[in-house]
């Protein structure tokens, strides 16, 4: 019943990996053009990548982009980790069905929606201290979006969290306050992680919210690719999709390894924890029939 | 069993305060916001609308003065459905979207289902590997993606599919693959197949082998086992991937935009338009409010399909 | 190494019944050997219980009777017909799952239709519905018919997945672990209640069991299974008082096994202060080495220096003695932990009525360890 013994599994997972990988391969394979059309190889060159360190504005929005997604996803950290807390402990209040609603809804709310709501928003005359389209707009857009995210992914990992851990702290004199630093956030560091790492990426892949809330001083990369979208295609587009390939790619090679070796370290460990009575150990095992090999 | 927090009521309060301020400030006020704007009525200004309420000097309760043209608007073209050389540019916009977004539904499913089942069923050792060339795509910028099917679909002697077929001989002349519907659904399916495959591999590789066995070792030919176990019982993971598509994709406003040109106009192109170019937010906001509107089922048959998998865990 | 127990592998066919017949039956997985040349004869409507620890195989084998997996070797014959070529879902078979593989998603009716809804040609509704009638009466769970499986409790999920695999009437019904999943008062409980459901239906079973408790109560045989190979075949009462080997010795309850080579018809042994005697029966070579495996019940005890009918002496007697290093009393009998003047213990397990007013021997107290040499049982490997 496995794929292995079926050619018709492998062949449909080959097929669709195709269909999702040629697209991106193709332009990669472009961006290395000498020629001006993306769609056509006149011989090998790396100039596609030169003009892509000199161009200026496109390097203002990388960097607003990673600045606005570096900001925006700590944000969303924080607000997120606060808003799985009311989820998953605080119990039932009044108004808590509003909330779990609220922070989930802008996952599946149309992007236009929310952004034209945003905008709504930072436009009103009686929020003008919010400081208007801009930067700041887009930032609190984003956070806005992550948090639901991150609430997710930590509200689930709270849940499985072993409470008892918290309450041994607190049993052995530790204050409430404490206990959150040193037994929560550790335990739950992963969920943490891993949420950041999404709302980053979120914030740097986003457009429509972008594009509706910045201002001529606030152009993020993705307004800036659609921009140049729309006034005709380059190799230049190619040389930076492959950059973002390569880094991406890199990113997820490196976080996998990291996230085996903590899976490995754990298990060493538990190991370790369980052999701190090697003694008790085989003798339990060794007077259990059904343990004994 | 009572098992309170342990925050202190102080703490717990501040603690709460933080993601309600921000959520009611960020969510619910600007939600409020394109209801009371709806209502407005457009106006070349800064904000470009007129409030539907004013406070008079004095008064103890607002002036009313709701302006309902752009429900209007949309009613109208409900009612001239039917009627020949009517303008029924929301309508059909609407139309578009929502037959689109069922299709890039459907080919989602039908594409992701044998896909998420393969790789629930791959060893496991390959399995995270394979699950991660899935999310791999997603996580490089989605504006490059659609780009790529641009350069693909070029409908020059230049696109890439066009000098396949031409190179092929399965054609003449190249064919006029960009700006029309069908780019518009490749692009969204390639776009949305990881929402739809990864809830369905999380639900299928949950499913227990030892079923499977049981309904064969009841005499069900595999093709009823299928039927009868596999299907009914992913039925979580098929509603959850197709609603995590469906919604999204009826709000798309990126992908027609690039690849269906003008002649796909959809519904979320519509807002933008209308917020853009054309300065009428009251329209907007009020296509916006019948966005929601239509989407309210399918997001509570998410939600309580979601919730109802957390209480099965 | 031979599967010993002939006699027991043989019972079925000497009757002239063998319903079931497995040869050398051999699966292997990647490199480990999970079921290794076995051969095996059950006659018509008998109960075989396959016993070992978790991996010794005994599950693999059942899925190979199962069709679940394909044997690398071997045959099965069922009833005069082959069923190598058979696949799972066309064998004369079925299987109780352990923790039961109830659909979630169905009734209990509907889990009992199933798998007579795959019968070709196929039955009416009528049909089915009269013999999932008959089935839930059979296991009395008429009233739960519309309930899902979660709303079960877990005998009652159990007696649901019975009348699911009864409900084709198998010619050979397959327990897997049938009663792990429950708690061990209710296990008890229903061990005799499915033995005698299953005896009632007359069908033939093959259960797989960790539990020998299980395996002596429900079946009529047993087949101990040890790293793939059957080691030794035979009624529950043959297997506890005449092992043949270490393996089934120590699995099945508690034993005192004694290594040493045989000298002058007895037993030179190192941990024993004196040579042992040997079973007058044992046929042995000068200089073989084998062990003797003495059941705790079988070892009396007496306190140093009294003289009495269970404290045996002299000829054809082994004893020794030791001090009580341990006692767990158990209600019905004690066992005591004698330790040797060598350091060697010795299991004695004494009914609590022996001591009848006297005070039982306590931690610390000198004490004597004795048995006839008659019960102790030789084992070459």
């Known amino acids: 019943m496995s794929a292995r013994s079926r050619p018709g599994a492998t062949a449909w997972l080959l097929a669709v990996y195709v269909f999702l990988y040629v697209p991106i391969l193709c332009l990669i394979v472009f961006s290395f053009t000498a020629g001006e059309i993306t769609t056509q190889f006149d011989g090998f060159s790396l100039r596609w990548y030169a003009e892509l360190a000199r161009d200026a504005e496109l390097i203002d929005a990388v960097l607003l982009s990673l600045r606005v997604g570096a900001l ?22 009044p108004g808590s069905a509003a909330f779990a609603g609220m922070t989930t809804a802008p996952m599946v709310m149309p992007e236009v929606v929310i952004g034209l709501s945003l905008v709504l928003l930072f436009t009103h005359p009686l929020f003008a201290f919010l400081g208007g389209r801009g930067v700041a707009a887009i930032w609190a857009a984003h956070t806005t979006l992550c948090t639901a995210y991150v609430t997710v992914l930590v509200q689930s990992r709270l849940r499985e969290m072993d409470r008892s851990l918290e309450e041994a702290a607190l049993d052995l004199g530790c204050p409430p306050f404490k206990v959150f630093f040193v037994i929560t956030v550790p335990v739950i560091a992963p969920a943490l992680m891993a949420g950041w790492l999404l709302a980053f990426t979120l914030s740097m892949d986003d457009f429509v919210l972008a594009a509706m809330l910045s201002d001529p001083g606030s152009t993020t990369l993705p307004v800036l690719v659609f921009a140049r979208l729309h006034h005709g295609l380059k190799p230049e587009i190619n040389a930076l999709a492959t950059v973002i390939v390569a880094v991406v790619s890199l990113a997820v090679v490196v976080a996998n390894r990291a996230m085996l070796s903590a899976q490995r370290t754990r298990a060493a460990a538990l190991r370790h924890a369980a052999g701190i009575s090697p003694g008790s150990v085989s003798a339990v095992t060794l007077s259990h029939p059904d343990m004994r090999r | 069993m009572k098992r309170q927090s342990f925050f202190l009521a102080r703490g717990r309060f501040w603690v709460g305060m933080l993601p309600w301020a921000w959520m009611l400030l960020f969510f619910a006020l600007p939600f409020a916001l394109i209801l009371k704007v709806s209502l407005s009525t457009p106006e070349l200004a800064i904000p470009p609308y007129v409030p539907p309420f004013v406070m008079e000097p004095g008064a103890v309760l607002p002036h009313l003065r709701p302006d309902l043209a752009s429900y209007r608007r949309l009613h109208d073209e409900l009612l001239a459905l039917g009627t020949s050389g009517a303008d ?17 539904t459907l080919l989602c499913l039908l594409i992701g289902y044998p896909f998420a089942y393969h790789i629930a069923r791959s060893r496991e050792a390959a399995r995270n590997t394979l699950l991660m060339l899935v999310m791999l795509p997603f996580w490089t910028s989605f504006l490059l993606r659609v780009y790529a099917w641009m350069v693909l679909l070029d409908s020059s002697e230049l696109g890439l599919v066009n000098r396949l077929l031409l190179a092929a001989g399965l054609v003449d002349a190249p064919l006029q693959l960009l700006y029309n519907a069908g780019a518009v659904l490749v692009g969204m399916v390639y776009s949305y197949l990881p929402f739809m495959v990864l809830p ?11 079923l499977l066995e049981a309904a064969a070792d009841l005499g069900a030919r595999p093709w009823t086992t299928f039927l009868r176990v596999t299907l009914p019982l992913s039925r979580r993971g098929i509603v959850a991937g197709s ?28 807002i933008w338009d209308d917020f853009g170019p054309n300065q009428d937010w009251p329209m907007a906001a009020a296509v916006a409010v019948t966005m929601v509107l239509v989407l309210i089922a399918p997001i509570v048959l998410l939600h309580r399909h979601g919730r109802n998998a957390e209480e099965e865990q | 190494m031979e599967p010993d127990g002939e006699k027991g592998a043989d019972w079925g066919a000497k009757r002239g019944q063998a319903y079931l017949r497995i040869e050398g039956a051999t699966k292997r997985f990647d490199d480990t050997l999970a079921v290794d040349d076995v051969s095996l004869a059950i006659a018509e409507r008998e109960i075989f219980a396959l016993l070992g620890s978790s991996g010794c195989g005994k599950s693999t084998l059942l899925r190979m009777l199962a069709g679940l997996e394909t044997p690398d070797a071997g045959r099965i014959v069922l009833d005069g017909e082959d069923l190598a070529a058979v696949p799972a879902h066309r064998r004369p078979t079925n299987m109780m799952f352990q923790s039961y593989a109830l659909f979630p ?30 089935m839930l009466e059979l296991v009395q769970m008429q009233r739960y018919a519309r309930r899902k499986p979660h709303e079960l409790s877990g005998g009652q999920q159990q007696r649901v997945a019975l009348a699911r695999s009864l409900a084709k009437e198998p010619k050979l019904l397959l327990l897997d672990e049938p009663l792990a999943a429950l708690d061990k008062k209710i296990r008890q409980r229903t061990q005799l209640e499915l033995v005698n459901l299953i005896e009632r239906v007359g069908v033939t079973c093959i259960l797989v069991t960790h539990d020998q408790e299980e395996a002596m109560t429900m079946a009529g045989r047993i087949g101990v299974m040890s790293e793939g190979r059957l080691l030794q075949v035979g009624t529950p009462g043959e297997i506890y008082e005449t092992p043949t080997c270490r393996f089934t010795a120590e699995f099945i309850g508690e034993t005192n096994l004694f290594r040493g080579r045989v000298e002058g018809g007895a037993l030179a042994c190192e941990d024993f202060p004196a040579a042992i005697l040997l079973p007058p029966d044992a046929a042995l070579a000068e200089g073989d080495e084998v062990w003797v495996s003495v059941r705790p019940e079988r070892v009396r005890l007496s306190r140093a220096g009294a003289a009495s009918s269970h404290a045996p002496d002299g000829a054809g007697c082994n004893a020794a003695s030791g001090e009580v290093a341990d006692i767990a009393y158990l209600g019905s009998h004690s066992v005591y932990h004698v330790r040797l003047a060598n350091g060697r213990i010795v299991i004695a397990s004494v009914p609590s009525v022996h001591w009848g007013d006297a005070p039982p021997p306590t931690w610390g107290d000198a004490v004597r360890v004795a048995w006839f040499a008659p019960d102790g049982v030789v084992l070459t490997r």
């Open chain 2, 200 to 210: 369905l591999y999380a639900n299928l590789v949950k499913l227990d082998q030892r």
């Open chain 1, 72 to 93: 925006a996803a700590t944000a969303a950290v924080v607000v997120g980790t606060a808003a799985a807390f009311v989820l998953a402990r605080f119990g039932r209040y």
């Open chain 2, 88 to 104: 029924l540019q929301y309508l059909s916009a609407w139309g578009n979207s929502l037959l689109l977004a069922a299709l890039t």
């Open chain 2, 243 to 270: 609603m995590l598509v469906f919604i999204p994709a009826v709000g798309e406003f990126v992908i027609p935009d690039l690849l269906g040109g003008g002649d796909v106009l959809m519904i979320g192109r519509k």
């Open chain 3, 105 to 134: 998603h169905m009734t209990v009716e509907a889990n009992v239709a199933f798998g007579l809804w795959q019968e070709r040609p196929r039955l009416t509704r009528a049909e089915v519905e009269a013999r999932v009638a008959e």
